[in-house]
């Protein structure tokens, strides 16, 4: 007989169904890429990865994660300061904080690892967090670790709202630390931050600047550096929290980039460091190969770019209407949360496979397929999702 909890969980599960916000696995047999093998389905058009540079199967990229496990073993078997950390990680780290524009990175498991130690280690009872009212689970779940662990006071401004940013640093002007802290790509919408006048507004409060640039790093610069590049800002943010499983490399792993100081600090003190293996080796190994060739072949980004322009544009000129903005990240706004899932389910029909969001990942009324474009993505791989979209459209009468 099923415990009380299974009972509870099964009822859920199937109310979930009924609400059509259950979500199946779709299994691969083939390397993340713009086309891959689906069990069940054959070849499918990814629209939905972050591989934005398609360097997840990069030769060099999987050469050398085959040459760190070879070198080094699986991993450290425990945590970096008890058995000693490989030589691959420091490596990984400070080609990372060349990269994002500091003076040194730390390396963990994931961004939401690196989200987790950062406020709960950094903050006390006297500070406060200031976050983005559309920052990421991962910022949200580190602030509420945050606020239990270290007692520290939090509040939340309205999505990129400025003046509402600025009645918030003023009213907590009297804490020892005051953390501004946004995403510097907004993985929903698509947008970015309004980074100048947020560190403007930092310096004169005398606050520090957080960024999450998961969904910037290796797509916003010339360069791919970042959201600071793309503001022509490198080296004027104070804190950078981001990602090695999406353009580098997309895999597994994140990391913190910030002053020497702070990153010390983090390796002294944070709990994610202290009790925890650190990052496998293939994956230092096949990351520092992705910054490698960021650095050495920036018009992959340029690739990118020119892609996300022309899918949005085409799809505006059929009848579509995605969101604007200047990123690879390009939702397509459908309204109900169930449009948005029988939109993604006739696309995987057609060979493309984009996920619908709805509520409440997204506010009601404004449930999307998001589109993710890669530098990797052929016109011939773009035209074909374009004509499914065409056909999926005409079936649920959006064009």
Known sequence: MASALEQRLLAELEQFRTDRVYKRLNHLDSPQAPRVTMEGRGEV??????????LSNHPAVVAAGHTALDRFGAGTASVRFICGTFTIHRELETALAECVGTDAALSFVSCWNANEALFATLLGPEDVIISDQLNHASIIDGIRLAKVIAKCETTVYRHADLADLEAKLKAHRDRRTRLVVTDGVFSMEGD????????????RYDATVAVDDSHATGVLGANGRGTAEHYDMVGEVDIITSTLGKALGGAAGGFIAASAATCDYLTQRA???LFSNALPCTVAGSARA????????PEMVSQL???ARYFREQLVARGFKPLAGATPIVPVILGETAKAIRMSELLLDEGVFVTGFGYPVVPQGEARVRCQLSAAHTREDMDRALGAFETAGRKLGLV
């Open 290 to 297: 992705a910054v490698r060739e960021l650095r050495t072949h």
């Open 192 to 203: 970015i931050t309004p980074l100048p006048q947020i560190v403007e507004l930092a310096r």
């Open 45 to 54: 058009i990814i629209l939905s990865s972050n591989n934005y540079l398609g």
């Open 305 to 307: 770019h020119a892609n």
């Open 271 to 273: 709990r994610p460091q």
